[in-house]
Structures are given as structure tokens and as C-alpha cells.
């Protein structure tokens, strides 16, 4: 009995997919990912693992941070106080995830506002962790795309923070034309 609930509850989730028109991947018999498009973070995959009473939905939202790690993992801390269906957590390596639990009956009827809810939780954490955990080496990417004139549209969202004079990877005070400090 629970084989068969646990496959109507994977074909709810891929007909889910379906519907919304987003990769879906079995992973294991119990266990399937959908990948999610974004703004800012333009994909989030989320691994859907059915047990015996609960789902449990995850998705990787970024690496651990470069640098400013205790700011970085306190902005984490903080965002969790926030009620809502996700959380965030760290791995081994403090890598970011969110996460959620659901009782497995319940899950259908929940996926989308539990998607939606993860999918908008990644995409406006992003840029500001992003901003938090790896500004030095932006600043050094985008002094070296500017230097070999190289397009900087990965980093548009930035530009502001980027192309300053607070960038001390940049010569001159602008980024139009400036070139990269070797």
C-alpha cells in the first residue's frame, strides 16, 4: 500500500510539472526533483523525498560563502525567524539549502504554494547573499571582464556596487574604460 501511495504522490508531482511546464527528474523510487526558473537565481532544483509520514522538499540555493561568513550565516539565522513553510539550513561544507516538511497526504494539495514559497525564498535571498558572501570576488571578476572588454551582463544587477570606486580591483574611477590592477 504504501509503494502504491508513494507512486500516486511521484505522478502528482510530475503531473504537476507538466501542468507548469518544468523539468522533472525520478531520481529514485522514492524521490524526484523538479527544476523551478527564476529571476535573480535563474534555476532552482528541489529534490522531493517521500518517507513513511512525511515529504521532505530541498533545494540548493548557494555555495558557502567566500568570505564574511559569520554575516553571511547570521542573515540566515535572522530570515528564519520569518514564519513560513521553508527554512533555510547549511550542510557540512555550509552550503545553503531550504527546506520543508510536509505530511505525506497532505503534499498535493500543498505543492504549489510549497514550491512557490521555496522558488521565492531562493530567488530574493540570492543577490543579497550574493552581495554578503562573495562581493570581493565579484569586484575582481567584473574588473576583469571590464579589462579585456568582456561583457559584464551576469553582473548587470550589481553594476552599481561594482563599477564604483569602492572596487579597488579597478584603475581609474569608472568602469567604462578602466582597466583591471594586475
Not at 150 to 159: D, Q
Request: aromatic share 6%.
Amino acid at each position: 500500500m504504501m509503494t502504491t501511495d508513494t507512486e500516486t504522490i511521484l505522478a502528482g508531482v510530475r503531473q504537476w510539472a507538466h501542468e507548469n511546464e518544468v523539468e522533472v527528474d525520478a531520481l529514485e523510487e522514492s524521490q524526484i526533483a523538479v527544476v523551478l526558473p527564476g529571476e535573480k537565481k535563474l534555476k532552482t532544483t528541489v529534490s522531493i523525498s517521500v518517507s513513511a509520514r512525511t515529504v521532505q522538499l530541498q533545494a540548493f540555493v548557494i555555495r558557502h560563502p567566500d568570505e564574511n561568513a559569520e554575516e553571511f550565516n547570521r542573515w540566515l539565522l535572522i530570515k528564519n525567524l520569518k514564519p513560513g513553510p521553508v527554512s533555510f539550513g547549511i550542510d557540512t561544507l555550509g552550503d545553503v539549502y531550504l527546506g520543508a516538511n510536509v505530511p505525506r497526504e497532505r503534499l498535493l494539495n500543498e505543492l504549489d504554494s510549497l514550491l512557490g514559497a521555496i522558488l521565492a525564498t531562493a530567488d530574493s535571498s540570492f543577490n543579497e547573499l550574493l552581495l554578503i558572501g562573495f562581493l570581493t570576488g565579484m569586484k575582481k571578476e567584473w574588473a576583469w571582464r571590464i579589462s579585456r572588454g568582456e561583457s559584464t551582463r551576469n553582473l548587470a544587477a550589481f553594476e552599481d556596487v561594482l563599477s564604483g570606486e569602492d572596487n579597488e580591483f579597478l584603475v581609474g574611477s569608472e568602469a567604462d574604460g578602466g582597466e583591471a590592477r594586475s
